[in-house]
C-alpha cells in the first residue's frame, strides 16, 4: 500500500531563516505531487504542485519554493521566512489515470506546522 | 476560476441522530470531481467520498452520502447514524481535470462539525 510521510511535524523558525520541509511517497512512483498551506482555522490553499522530476508548477507568488528532486520526493524550502508563513503544511500524491473519467484522488500526509516568530 | 463556498462555519449534532452539510460551487467546467474530506483534531486531512459529475448516482459510503445537484452546482454531505468520531471540520473540494498537468483541489472554507453524546 502507499503512503505519504512529512517532516518534521513540528517546527518553530525565526523570521528571516531558511526553511526545507520534506515530503515522500513509498508504494507508487510516477505520482502528482503537492504542496498545500492551510492558515489557522482556514481552508487550504494549493502552493505548488508537480507532475515528474524537476516540473514544478507554482499557483501562489510567494518566497516560497518547491523542488522535486527524485521521483518520489517533494521538498518546500524558503531563503528567508516571513511570520506570514506560519501554519500548517500538507503534502498530498495523486495517481495520473487519465482514461475515461478515472479519478485522480489527492492522498495527504500528516502535515508539519510552521511557526514564524 | 473554480469557487467552493460552505456557509455554514460550525454546526452540531446528537450521537445517532442525521446531519447534512451544505457546498455549493461555481464553474463553467462540465467534466469535474468533487471530494468531502474530513480533518479531525489531528489535522490529517482524510477522503470521506467523492462524486464523478457526468455521474448522476449519487455517491455513498457506509454512513456517508452525497445529493449532488449538478445543474445548482449544490453538493451536500449526509451523515447518518453520527458518531463521537465525526467530530472534525469537514471540507469541500472541486476538482477540474486536465490531461496533461496536475489536477488540482479548490477547497472550501470548510465547517466544523461537532458530535455530541
Known amino acids: 500500500s502507499q503512503t505519504i510521510h512529512q517532516w518534521p511535524a513540528t517546527l518553530v523558525q525565526p523570521v528571516g531563516s531558511p526553511l526545507s520541509l520534506e515530503c515522500t511517497v513509498e508504494?507508487?512512483?510516477?505520482?502528482?505531487l503537492y504542496w498545500y498551506r492551510q492558515a489557522a482555522g482556514r481552508g487550504l490553499q494549493l502552493l505548488f504542485y508537480?507532475?515528474?522530476?524537476?516540473?514544478i508548477s507554482s499557483e501562489v507568488p510567494q518566497n516560497l519554493s518547491a523542488s522535486r528532486p527524485q521521483d518520489r520526493q517533494f521538498i518546500l524550502s524558503s531563503k528567508k521566512l516571513l511570520l506570514s508563513d506560519s501554519g500548517f503544511y500538507l503534502c498530498?500524491?495523486?495517481?495520473?489515470?487519465?482514461?475515461?473519467?478515472?479519478?485522480?484522488?489527492?492522498?495527504f500526509g500528516p502535515g508539519t506546522r510552521l511557526t514564524v516568530l | 476560476a473554480q469557487t467552493v463556498t460552505q456557509s455554514q462555519p460550525e454546526m452540531s449534532v446528537q450521537e445517532a441522530e442525521t446531519v447534512t452539510l451544505s457546498c455549493t460551487y461555481d464553474?463553467?467546467?462540465?467534466?469535474?470531481?468533487l471530494f468531502w474530506y474530513k480533518q479531525p483534531p489531528s489535522r490529517q486531512m482524510i477522503l470521506v467520498i467523492r462524486?464523478?459529475?457526468?455521474?448522476?448516482q449519487n455517491a455513498t459510503e457506509n454512513r456517508f452520502s452525497v445529493n449532488f445537484q449538478k445543474a445548482a452546482k449544490s453538493f451536500s454531505l449526509k451523515i447518518s447514524d453520527s458518531q463521537l468520531g465525526d467530530t472534525a471540520m469537514y471540507f469541500c473540494?472541486?476538482?477540474?481535470?486536465?490531461?496533461?498537468?496536475?489536477?488540482?483541489?479548490?477547497f472550501g472554507g470548510g465547517t466544523r462539525l461537532m458530535v455530541k453524546p
Open positions: 498530498a500524491w495523486s495517481v495520473r489515470t487519465w482514461t475515461g473519467g478515472s479519478t485522480d484522488t489527492q492522498y
Open positions: 508504494g507508487t512512483s510516477n505520482p502528482n
Open positions: 508537480s507532475v515528474g522530476i524537476g516540473q
Open positions: 464553474t463553467s467546467e462540465n467534466n469535474y470531481y
Open positions: 462524486q464523478e459529475a457526468y455521474k448522476q
Open positions: 473540494a472541486f476538482m477540474k481535470l486536465y490531461n496533461n498537468a496536475g489536477n488540482m483541489l479548490t
